[in-house]
């Protein structure tokens, strides 16, 4: 699994979901701060070489966008192309179609995630998954797991959700990352869509386990209420 500080807390859930099979093996490569365009920074595709060769995945799980697309990340000007480039859906088109011929070198599905719905304030993630629908039409090897239904309601961004009749938070505090609730969500999702493909079933009980307690989710914290099972 690869990509941002959003994927990054989509895998908890995820990987519970799969594993839980017990046919599905995952391997973590999400990282804080991530973006394609952010290559002269970090050039990801000699590390997804890497990681492929080490790896050798059947299936890849990738998701960027959010240091993509807005304006005022942290050295926002050494990305390439920058939001306000008037070619940058031509240059971002490229870097994607270069990120799936290095996954997919030796086979892979590589399984791209839209990005989550952004709150008002945040740039509108919908000029980036239009790309990702469009790779997906001229690329037979990635196939597109759009989360915007499970994030939204009436095409507005859903922070809450109800769990057992109590109310949990889906997204942090900045309306941006992931609660646990918004991983499990998440992660059913991309579960889901990966085991339909593969004739795997996800079942049940992975939702309550030992990766709730994960710290990632104590940055930037979501007043959760007590996990379930919870004695105090």
């Known amino acids: ?9 989509i895998e908890p859930g ?12 995952v391997a973590n490569r999400t990282q804080v701060g991530f973006g394609l365009s952010r290559w ?5 595709w ?10 050798r995945p059947d299936v890849v799980v990738l998701q960027a966008g959010v240091w993509d697309i807005e304006e005022g990340v942290v050295a926002g000007g050494l990305r390439r192309p920058t939001p306000t480039d008037a070619d ?14 290095v996954l997919a070198i030796d086979g892979a599905d590589v399984y791209w995630l839209t990005m989550l719905p952004a709150p008002p304030d945040e740039a509108s993630p919908e000029r980036l998954n239009r790309l990702v629908v469009e790779l997906g039409k001229r690329d037979e090897r990635v196939l597109i797991v759009d989360l915007t239904p499970a994030f939204s309601q009436d095409g507005q ?11 949990w938070p889906i997204r942090k505090v900045d309306g941006v990352h992931l609660c646990r ?36 989710f104590d940055v930037d914290p979501c007043d959760d ?6 004695p105090s």
């Open 14 to 25: 995820l990987t519970a979901a799969l594993e839980g099979t017990g046919l599905v093996d």
């Open 181 to 216: 609730e918004g991983s499990e969500l998440a992660g059913r999702v991309v579960a889901e869509a990966i085991a339909a493909d593969h004739g795997v079933t996800v079942g049940v009980g992975w939702e309550d386990g030992a990766w709730r307690s994960d710290p990632k």
């Open 225 to 230: 209420p007590l996990p379930p099972g919870d």
């Open 88 to 101: 940058w859906e031509e240059q971002f088109a490229f870097l994607m179609d270069v990120a799936v011929a």
């Open 157 to 167: 961004h859903v922070r809450l959700v109800e769990r057992n009749g109590v109310i």
């Open 46 to 55: 000699e590390a997804w070489a890497e990681f492929v060769a080490e790896v």
């Open 1 to 9: 699994m690869l990509g941002d500080s959003v994927t990054y807390e």
């Open 40 to 44: 002269p920074v970090f050039p990801w």
